[in-house]
């Protein structure tokens, strides 16, 4: 088929049937046609009419009012020149469309390009009648498709050649100069001809005039001339611009709002002269007298200054951080908020360490938080500040809030009588040691009864202090104050002391036992000691929520421990993973609702109830235990390594025992340290060790034999008690002896130990080097006969030995799980798992515990959790941006 052939056969084509075939695509081919030359024009001319926007923007926000008439001519000229050169190359690329390029497109959006068909000819068969036939079928088929043409959209896109979106900013600047510029202002270009102001004296004279309300006030900008004659509202700090056009003669301005003149000013040579512009300090008048002049009665709206008040007492958190709630208001907006807090001496009882006058200390400034997405004209936050470690702690303060709007008016709030609200200890002993450091605090004058409260406190320890290294750490403390108090105390050494006091009464308050149920019983004396005490609420829900967490940590332990006594040897023994009929068994939900039923009772003030639900709670969980397997029998590699480690922990504990009974020896010579009921045991592990024999005890309990030696007494020459001298020399030598045998059997266990290779095994062989490296310092420090350093490093030890253990047992833990059979029964694997003595899958197995995210305690952790973002979002300390990140997420939740 050949395109437009002239001829069909030997017959002419109708010209009218080609007319007639495109006449119906007459609006389609329009439409398509006007797309197309759009697109031309767009293409080629953006530059021009992008400029154009930035011309009229610039003209309609007055840019030529605010440069010298040299300038605006010069800047004119390179917008003419640029604006020409863009004319002549729209001009050289623009290309009218022709119509076979209409019909081309058009044709290019339906298949099979119908309306080139439709002019087609016959070019081959057309003297074959049926072959006719089939030419005029295919016809008609192209000329009924050609009926579903639609006109072809224009492609306006020139982001290819418009890289940097130039005609975007043009178009933007455009719009801005629409909503905050006048289209008056373009007229004013006639005033930079020359003899232009002739032209205006002729034309006669004009103003204009803008009232615009200061930027935090949010308010429009009036323009005047709309404004009738009469009363006018302006905002304090408003400024009025007014423009004189043609004879600036002609008017007179007067006005009472301001002390500013008014007599017309000039620019330069050049412009006319123009009053300045007005602030509107006061109510007043504003008139322009003459042709087209008016007369306003302005009444200035004062801007009030903010309101700022406490809605809530000053409490503790339950983390021991001062909360106060407080709200502020103001006509526009709250900038900035701040509060001042200085010490209430009238209220303070001036008795003990409180009665010298203190040390000057200056007041605490704090900024208040501020809303950041919500509106600072009405809201109400909550001050979040940690004071636990300051030295006016649960002292009687004053505390004054002031806001500051942006007008730089202050708000003051009435002075608020209160304590600032810290944390409390509740150990008696870290109770002592706190207050103490607050009398230190005070006045380092109090340094020399300071010293002797804490020596009278640690005169007897037995019984006094739990652990040997509370002890030790308040000796040397006491040490410490005695020899800078005789030659004055510094404030350095000053903060030096009171933080370790803080520190030591953190660690009596708290503890540092890695034993999850010593770690328990703790919380639940803290607790009734709280409730004897009459603690407060927040103080309460804190030390109820260390009870929870403590008793999750024991219920883990039993977890672990109950997983490992019946990991690989069930096969042999079917009855060894069955529990003890007389073992106490329980769920978690159990305990959940006791303590919860404990927290409910404490809430509701029945303080005898809930002290005895307590007491039932803690002989429960003293009834709760394990059922233990045949230790020995069939046992893997990595439980006899597990027994190992652990015979060896108990080992270093003997030793570190025995170090603090012979220090404590050195301190008060004639003490029965060795006879405590609270230290008996073996090897010294909890008992009396070899430097008690024979001082009146003579039982020989302490069996006393090297670490992996089996040497039964381990009697040395010249033990007390046996003839010998005794010195504190030998008895260290001795102990260093049997440090270094215990370090000699820990390096043999880590070299045996099994899991190579995985990443629990490896993380146990490192804590087990570093506690073989403590090891090392504590032999070398027993040689030096520096028992307090010995004991600080054997602490050390211990602790990684303890971590060493439960990375091993967690790397056995996922090793049994990975091979079914080697730690676990076919039972459990098939999805029998079994339950520890909690009724939970044991540590290891897969899957998440139904009920993990279901009762009260999900809405109370978020309520902890609310509170701790607010107390970070107060922490001056903190980087500003994470305070940042902390304040959206307070105004979004």
Request: aromatic letters at 4%; zero cysteines; charged letters at 25%.
């Amino acid at each position: 088929m050949g395109a437009g052939a002239p001829t069909q056969g030997a017959r002419p084509i109708d010209p009218r049937s080609r007319k007639d075939a495109l006449k119906r695509l007459r609006w389609p081919l329009g439409l398509t046609r006007a797309g197309l030359v759009a697109e031309r024009v767009t293409h080629a001319f953006w530059p021009l009419w992008s400029l154009a926007f930035v011309v009229l923007a610039a003209l309609m926000l007055g840019a030529h009012e605010r440069v010298a008439v040299e300038i605006s001519w010069g800047i004119g000229g390179i917008a003419l020149i640029l604006g020409f050169a863009f004319l002549v190359r729209g001009a050289l690329r623009f290309r009218w469309p022709r119509r076979t390029e209409v019909l081309a497109r058009l044709d290019a959006t339906m298949p099979g390009r119908p309306i080139q068909a439709m002019l087609d000819a016959q070019a081959i068969g057309a003297e074959d009648d049926a072959s006719r036939a089939v030419w005029a079928a295919h016809q008609a088929r192209m000329r009924a498709r050609s009926e579903s043409a639609r006109a072809v959209p224009p492609d306006l896109r020139v982001s290819s050649r418009d890289r940097f979106g130039l005609r975007y900013m043009a178009l933007l600047a455009f719009v801005v100069a629409l909503l905050f510029g006048s289209l008056w202002r373009v007229g004013t270009v006639a005033e930079l001809a020359p003899g232009a102001g002739a032209a205006q004296a002729a034309a006669g004279p004009a103003w204009e005039g803008w009232l615009e309300p200061p930027a935090y006030t949010g308010l429009p900008v009036l323009y005047l001339g709309d404004q009738p004659e009469g009363a006018l509202d302006a905002p304090k700090g408003s400024r009025i611009t007014l423009r004189l056009y043609g004879d600036t003669a002609a008017f007179d301005i007067s006005q009472s709002v301001s002390e500013a003149p008014t007599a017309p000013e000039r620019a330069n040579a050049d412009s006319a002269a123009q009053p300045p512009d007005i602030t509107v300090t006061r109510s007043g008048h504003l008139a322009i007298e003459g042709e087209g002049g008016r007369r306003w009665e302005i009444a200035m709206i004062p801007d009030a200054a903010p309101e700022i008040e406490a809605t809530g007492p000053a409490e503790a958190s339950a983390v021991g951080a001062f909360t106060m709630p407080f709200a502020a208001r103001d006509d526009y907006e709250v900038l900035e908020g701040r509060a001042r807090i200085e010490l209430d001496l009238a209220r303070i009882d001036r008795r003990h360490g409180l009665g010298p006058d203190p040390e000057p200390r200056a007041a605490i400034e704090l900024p208040l938080p501020m809303p950041v997405a919500r509106d600072r004209q009405e809201f109400e936050d909550v001050l979040i500040e940690d004071f636990s470690e300051h030295p006016w702690a649960n002292l009687p303060v004053k505390i004054t809030l002031s806001a500051i709007d942006a007008a730089a008016n202050e708000g003051i709030s009435p002075v608020i009588e209160t304590e600032l609200a810290a944390r409390h200890f509740f150990d008696p002993l870290a109770a002592a040691v706190i207050e103490q450091r607050r009398d230190l605090l005070w006045n380092r004058a109090n340094a020399g009864r300071i010293a002797q409260i804490l020596r009278a406190v640690s005169h007897r320890p037995d019984g006094v202090f739990k652990h040997e290294t509370t002890y030790l750490r308040l000796r040397v403390i006491l040490r410490r104050i005695e020899s800078m108090a005789a030659y004055g105390m510094t404030d350095a050494q000053q903060a030096e002391i009171a933080e370790a006091l803080w520190e030591l009464a953190l660690q009596l308050e708290e503890g540092t036992l890695a034993d999850a149920l010593e770690r328990m019983r703790q919380a639940q004396e803290r607790l009734s000691e709280a409730m004897k005490n009459g603690a407060s609420d927040a103080e309460i829900a804190r030390l109820m929520d260390e009870l929870r967490e403590a008793t999750r940590d024991y219920m883990d332990q039993l977890s672990r421990e109950f997983a490992q006594q019946n990991r690989g040897n069930q096969s042999d023994q079917p009855d060894q993973g069955q529990r003890d009929e007389n073992a106490m068994t329980m769920n978690m939900d159990d305990i959940q609702r006791m303590m919860d039923r404990i927290q409910e009772l404490m809430e509701q003030g029945r303080m005898a109830e809930a002290q005895q639900a307590l007491e039932e709670f803690q002989q429960m969980m003293e009834n709760m235990r394990i059922t233990e397997g045949q230790g020995g029998q069939g046992q893997s590699p990595g439980q006899q390594a597990l027994e190992g480690l652990g015979e060896t922990l108990r080992e270093q504990q003997g030793l570190s025992d025995q170090a603090f009974r012979d220090l404590q020896e050195q301190f008060n010579p004639n003490s029965d340290a060795g006879q405590s009921q609270g230290n008996e045991g073996r090897s010294g592990g909890l008992g009396r060790g070899q430097s008690h024999e024979g001082q009146g005890q003579g039982q020989g309990q302490g069996d006393g034999q090297q670490p992996g030696q089996g040497q039964g007494q381990g009697q040395r020459d010249g033990q007390p008690g046996q003839g010998g001298d005794g010195t504190a020399q030998d008895l260290g030598q001795s102990l260093a002896d049997r440090q270094s045998a215990l370090r000699q059997q820990l390096d043999q266990q880590r070299r045996a130990l099994p899991g190579a290779g995985t990443e629990g095994g490896d993380a146990a062989r490192d804590a087990l080097d570093r506690a073989g490296r403590a090891m090392d310092g504590a032999e070398d420090a027993l040689r030096r006969d520096d028992l307090a350093d010995a004991i600080d490093k054997q602490a050390e030890a211990m602790e990684n030995l303890r971590e060493g253990m439960r990375n091993l047992g967690e790397a056995l833990a996922e090793q049994g799980q990975r091979q079914p059979g080697q730690g676990e029964s076919p039972d459990n694997l098939a999805g029998g798992r079994r339950a520890d003595p909690l009724g939970r899958n044991m540590r290891g197995a897969p899957g998440v515990d139904d009920n993990m995210l279901q009762g009260e305690d999900v809405y109370r952790r978020a309520r902890d959790l609310l509170d701790e973002i607010r107390r970070r979002s107060g922490e001056q300390t903190r980087p500003e941006p994470e305070r940042n990140y902390l304040e959206r997420l307070l105004d979004r939740f």
